[in-house]
């Protein structure tokens, strides 16, 4: 059962990533010019970030399985249309149809762990097989993407999602066992579902669209201002409604409340720091596709070494707060040292380490932050509190990739300007982006260690 959940949630986050280092390739292919190849990827995020909340709510009403069984088809159809694309409007339309599959499924995921393992020792090591998927699977898909279409072709990175789909459908269908939800009637609010979605989706799509070049700051303001205004009534609407979407009871636990706003800043920091490495492999140390891709090896491999046979014992052992300080000082130590990296960087002395520490960090921080996310909420509440921290950590990755990928641009620009090197000003703004990837991670070490206290 487990092996079905992490396989789907594998698939998810493999899309999310695998099409990193195909961009090029998808966009001789297809014609896209250089503002629309970002919806290749925007697409996916817009959706997936903006319906999270959404489906985890009808996790709890309409029943886990059933939201996760429409998921997992809608994810496996769209796979399909993704890798038959011949031109730009179907492979995005694809893509949104894969971010809407993704949210129901993945919703619904760690609500149906935490009710199979409830005993704190099963908890931890099943939270450690989860976290390798999501986290190793990121830097999974950039060697898949690498591989796949340095060798058979990009649309390859979306068709080989269609049988690993329809299998663990099968098998989803036959061995999920939970209930049937609590019913529309205790909890429909259709109104709240309408405010928070465009709420989310507005808010992703303004952040994303600040790293483009020429976004207009007048217009990106306005965008950002309705986003604000449309989140701020959902939480009125919550607030007042006899059955709302999101009970706001779950935020008095400050261990709920403060665990998803670490989760936000590790995931900004965590795939910001694989897009901008990525670059910094490619642009600045010239590798190819699929060197940068065998180039993260080092990365996924510690995270699952970690997770899988560490972060269980040592969670069990010393408890998730002292594990997650561990894990995110070592991740913050990982991205001060890239920030270092020279303009003629040497990847076994420079990069290899650096991803390894990035790895054992990661590799027992996510599933210490996931499980205190988690271990506030009410059985009831499980698919609610499994779709928020799902939406944290999409939050985290669309803001983090958005905030450094502006800096990183800004900065390069100014060193151009003042007549750098190319290499050197594109290097100039990675470190940049390093730096505050770390800054975001310090954040969050200083939130652990005075607001995430052991509970009696």
């Given at each position: ?166 299998v663990a459908l099968l098998l989803a269908a036959r061995l999920i066992t939970t209930g ?167 990847y076994w002395l420079h990069v290899a380490p650096v991803l390894t520490l990035m790895g ?15 271990s506030g909420a009410e059985a009831t509440d499980a698919g609610l509190a499994s779709g ?69």
């Open positions: 059962m487990l092996a079905v959940l992490c396989a789907m949630q594998l698939m998810i986050i493999l899309d999310g990533t695998v099409v990193t280092v195909a961009l090029p390739t998808i966009q001789a292919d297809l014609g896209f010019s250089q503002a629309g190849l970002a919806w290749v990827m925007n697409s996916y995020l817009i959706a997936f970030a903006g319906l999270l909340l959404l489906a985890g709510r009808l996790g709890d009403l309409l029943g886990s399985k059933r939201v996760f069984l429409a998921g997992l088809a809608l994810f496996t159809a769209a796979s399909l249309v993704c890798g038959i694309a011949t031109n730009a409007e179907t492979l995005i339309a694809g893509r949104f149809a894969q971010g809407v599959g993704g949210a129901l499924a993945s919703a619904v995921i760690l609500g149906m762990i935490v009710g199979l393992y409830p005993a704190p020792g099963e908890q931890a090591r099943a939270m450690g097989v989860y976290s390798f998927t999501s986290a190793g699977g990121a830097s999974v898909g950039l060697v898949v993407g690498g591989v796949i279409t340095q060798t058979v072709g990009w649309h390859w990175a979306f068709l080989v999602n269609v049988p690993i789909g329809l049937r939800g609590l019913g529309l009637a205790q909890g429909a609010d259709l109104l709240g579902a309408v405010l928070v979605t465009a709420g989310l989706s507005l808010a992703v799509y303004t952040i994303v669209q600040t790293a483009e070049p020429h976004a207009e700051t007048g217009r990106t303001l306005l965008l950002a201002g309705i986003a604000l205004v449309l989140l701020a009534g959902f939480v009125l609407r919550q607030a007042r409604a006899a059955q709302p979407l999101l009970a706001l009871r779950i935020f008095r636990d400050r261990q709920v409340s403060v665990a998803n706003v670490v989760v936000v800043l590790m995931f900004a920091a965590g795939f910001g720091f694989q897009f901008m490495t990525a670059l910094y492999l490619q642009r600045v140390l010239g590798f190819d596709s699929l060197a940068t891709g065998l180039a993260f090896l080092p990365g996924p491999v510690t995270i699952g070494l970690m997770s899988l046979f560490v972060a269980g014992r040592l969670t069990v052992r010393f408890g998730s707060r002292k594990v997650l300080l561990a894990g995110l000082t070592a991740f913050f130590a990982a991205l001060v040292l890239l920030g270092q990296a020279p303009v003629d960087g040497q054992a960090g990661m590799g027992v921080a996510i599933p210490s932050a996931i499980m205190l996310a988690m928020l921290n799902n939406t944290a950590q999409q939050a985290g990755a669309a803001v983090g990739t958005a905030v450094l990928a502006t800096l990183a641009a800004s900065r390069t620009t100014e060193r151009l300007g003042a007549g750098a090197p190319e290499v050197a000003a594109l290097r100039d703004g990675y470190s940049l982006a390093f730096l505050v990837a770390a800054a975001f991670v310090l954040a969050a070490i200083a939130l652990t260690a005075t607001q995430l206290k052991p509970k009696a």
